[in-house]
């Protein structure tokens, strides 16, 4: 992924697809996350709580997982395979 | 034609008293490459003369359907500028217009119907250097916006506005009924097509709206924002990919962007004239049309 920041907004170019989409700093977070590895949505849920220093009044977990749904959608990202140990 | 070289074939008679008034000061080749080899021609025989209908050509195969004989002119400038939109992929293609005055230019993006035309001719009038009435033809490596002067296309209202502004500008004849209504070509200044060879740095990336009634609101826009939509107005930044991705963050990062809302053409020159004669760039809405400093 390509990514423009200008102000409070970010672009980001899908190479694959072609598609640019405009994402909030906190849908950016994410994905920006999701870009350099796989992980569940309890992982980036932890993860963004400590990034907004324990202090989110919203449902993390819930928005979270809405977001993960809609960059599935959105194809900017896809299944990782389960780890089975 | 800017940076590309057109070789016209035509049986219509009328054709070259017409390109000699619009094209007056566009240098003529005899022999060279073309990028484009364009025909325009009437059908022969009876069919002529029922219905008189002309078709556009591109490398002896027709693109289109036929239009009215009387759609003649602005059928070939729509061809031309198909061919250009379709097939110049060495640059980014923006629908847009775009004037120059002491090396920074004004881009304005918009679908047919927001004013781009009307309000380029009407800063050309004012001595602005057009570029372009309907591409912003991007280099993709630097950024720069490479001139393409061509007549200017005018519709409708916009004719007499414009005649109103400028009655010496130079128009062709009036072609009624078109797909676009009336349409009228103006002729570009001969400094313009002079300095064809001139690329230019965008410095604001204007969105007009034409609303009739409405007083004139110059709106800051998000750069974010501006890119999403200069990528709309774009006919093949995803065929460049990265690169025409890079090319349209520089053309936004390089500019300072806004919406332009209005309802009179005098007062919207007048608000981009304050625009682009402010030391700053400036940043910010303006209640009165007047341009304030970020």
Known sequence: LLWRRWDQEFVVFDPRSGDIHLFDPLAAEVLRRLDVSSATVDELSRELDVSLGHEAELDLAQYVAKLVGEFDKLGLIEPASVDVR | MGPFVVRLGSNLPELPEVLRLLYADFQCSGDEFADFHVGLNAPAGLRRWWRPKVQFFLDNRPPFEPLPRTSALPLLEWGINWCVSTRANQYLIIHAAVVERNGRAIVLPGQPGAGKSTLCAGLVCRGWRLLSDEFALVRPDDGRLVPMPRPISLKENSITLI????????????????????????????????????????????????????????????????????????????????????????????????????????????????????????????????????
């Open chain 2, 163 to 294: 005649q109103q502004l400028a009655p010496e500008a130079v128009m062709g004849p009036s072609s009624r009924d078109t797909w676009k209504g009336t349409v009228v070509h103006m002729r570009p200044p001969s400094e313009s097509v002079s300095r064809a060879a001139e690329l230019a740095h965008a410095s604001w990336i204007v969105f007009p709206g034409f609303q009739a009634g409405e007083p004139v609101r110059l709106t800051s826009h998000p750069r974010s924002r501006t890119l999403v939509r200069l990528a709309r107005n774009s006919f093949n930044w995803n065929l460049l990919g990265a690169r025409g991705f890079a090319a349209l963050s520089m053309l936004v990062e390089q500019s300072a962007c806004y919406d332009l809302t209005h309802g009179d053409l005098n007062d919207a020159l007048r608000v981009l004239e304050e625009l682009a004669t402010a030391e700053v760039p400036a940043r910010f809405e303006t209640s009165a049309g007047r341009v304030s400093g970020a």
